[in-house]
């Protein structure tokens, strides 16, 4: 299966989630890819604390693998992989046992740029290393770029091609719960130059491609946060999260598009990493992040959630 996480604003949690979401998959058993797409900002290998790779593959003359953005280019070089369990400094990560799936990073390259335009090459190359990918990994999560961005159109393009139509492919479109990132959300899938109208442009057709979307709130602040129980406060925070609602609702981003939602959770306020068990028992992030990626991450491969909208 395909995953594309992407979202309209940058610094949305989107790859905070969506590395989460694919060391939960891999706890669950699966073998997982994670493909750095954000072209521009190629942080991936931090998240996972490969240090080697925590701004992208360092490049040089003599490459024998290159990183994502090279090999999109054309490189005749290989795409390198970096095993998280057996490459990352973070020792609760490291290969723990033969009931979790692989983790396997595909990084993006050092100093890479955004695409300007998306060429014959590198939608040949994207089919050629995705059709592989999704042969080797029960799931591929691809982490584009924020906004309308080359990054997506590639990804649109190629998943319109014939070699990829019969792929399970899902879009997941990070936003926070507030009023500007429900708005852009919306305006990410149903604008003008929206997901839609360029995948529609590009070969999809239209109904199958929206039913293939879901939604994912990062960070949603409890109603009461901050209120100290009944006073003005805590009222006016009820009512603007019914509002938000409301607003997702009219948006079309309400429940029956909503994959799911994580609570702010103060350590990623601190540090963009991976939530461990280990971090809940000791006492340092809370049960509901975890309960809500574990969620996340079932609800992504449970087609009941996928039913046509
Ligand atoms: N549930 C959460 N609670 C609190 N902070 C969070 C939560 N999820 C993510 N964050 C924090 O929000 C910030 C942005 O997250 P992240 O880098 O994943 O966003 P992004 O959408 O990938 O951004 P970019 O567009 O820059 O790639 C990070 O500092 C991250 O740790
Ligand atoms: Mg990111």
């Not at 009512?239 to 350590?267: C, D, F, H, W, Y």
Request: aromatic content about 6%; some cysteine.
């Amino acid at each position: 299966m395909l995953v594309f996480s992407t979202s309209d604003k940058g610094g949305t949690g989107r790859s905070v989630t969506s590395s989460n979401i694919a060391y939960r998959l891999c706890v669950d058993g699966h073998d997982v890819a994670y493909v750095d797409f954000d072209f521009g900002s190629p942080t991936s290998g931090s998240l996972f604390e490969i240090t080697s790779v925590q701004r992208g593959l360092p490049v040089s003359d003599e490459d024998s693998e290159v990183g994502v953005h090279r090999y999109l280019l054309g490189s005749s070089a290989r795409c390198a992989r970096f095993d998280v369990g057996a490459t990352t400094d973070r020792s609760g990560l490291r290969n723990t046992g033969s009931s979790t799936g692989r983790l396997v990073l595909l990084p993006g390259d050092e100093g890479g740029a955004e695409f300007l335009t998306c060429n014959n090459t590198t939608v040949t190359r994207c089919a050629q290393l995705l059709t592989e990918l999704d042969q080797e990994f029960s799931i591929v999560v691809v982490d584009l770029s924020a906004g309308r961005s080359v990054a997506l159109e590639i990804a649109l393009k190629t998943t319109a091609l014939e070699q990829l139509r019969d792929h399970s492919t899902r879009w997941l479109i990070f936003h926070r719960w507030t009023r500007q990132h429900i708005l852009a959300a919306a305006g990410l899938v149903y604008g003008p130059n929206g997901l839609l109208n360029t995948g529609v442009n590009y070969g999809h057709k239209r109904e199958e491609l929206l039913g293939s979307v879901r939604y994912v709130r990062t960070a949603v602040p409890g109603s009461g946060v901050g209120s100290g129980g009944e006073g003005a406060q805590s009222t006016w925070l009820q009512e603007q999260n019914a509002a938000l609602k409301r607003l997702a609702t009219t948006s079309k981003l309400g429940m029956t598009a909503l994959l799911g939602a994580t609570p702010i959770e103060p350590v990623l306020q601190w540090r963009e990493q991976i939530i461990l068990d280990s971090d809940v028992d000791a006492n340092i992030a809370a049960p509901e992040t975890v309960a809500a990626y574990q969620l996340l991450a079932r609800r992504l491969m449970d087609n009941a959630a996928w039913e046509r909208l």
